[in-house]
């Protein structure tokens, strides 16, 4: 979790200038999480290059508003470096 935040965090600070510490982790309750390997076909080099990345769902307890909006930052923009090609997708939903 801290990875994912930490990742929308530098996005954030990189386009909007916005310099806020992440105060509090959120605590992981739950996590089903897989390393699922993807391949790709670069035209420029000529090769066939493999891409992978983790895939599933986290369930966290205790979202402060700062982390909460910084996380639906990152369903706007992704998270990760591999972005421009259409990974780092997340969704948010309050379970509340």
């Known amino acids: ?3 994912i935040l930490v990742s929308i965090y530098k996005k954030r600070l990189f386009f909007d200038g916005i310099d806020e510490k992440i105060e509090k982790f959120p605590k992981v309750v739950k996590k089903d999480l897989k ?3 993807f391949s790709r076909y670069s035209n420029r080099q000529k090769t ?4 992978g990345g983790i895939v599933g769902e986290i369930v966290v307890d205790g979202l402060d ?3 909460y ?3 639906k930052y990152g369903e ?3 998270v990760g470096k591999l972005g421009s090609f259409g990974l780092g997708k997340i969704e948010v939903e309050d379970l509340r």
């Open 35 to 37: 390393f699922m390997d």
């Open 1 to 3: 979790m801290k990875d």
């Open 69 to 71: 909006e910084l996380l």
């Open 48 to 51: 066939k290059m493999k891409v």
């Open 65 to 67: 508003k700062q982390t």
């Open 76 to 78: 706007i923009v992704g």
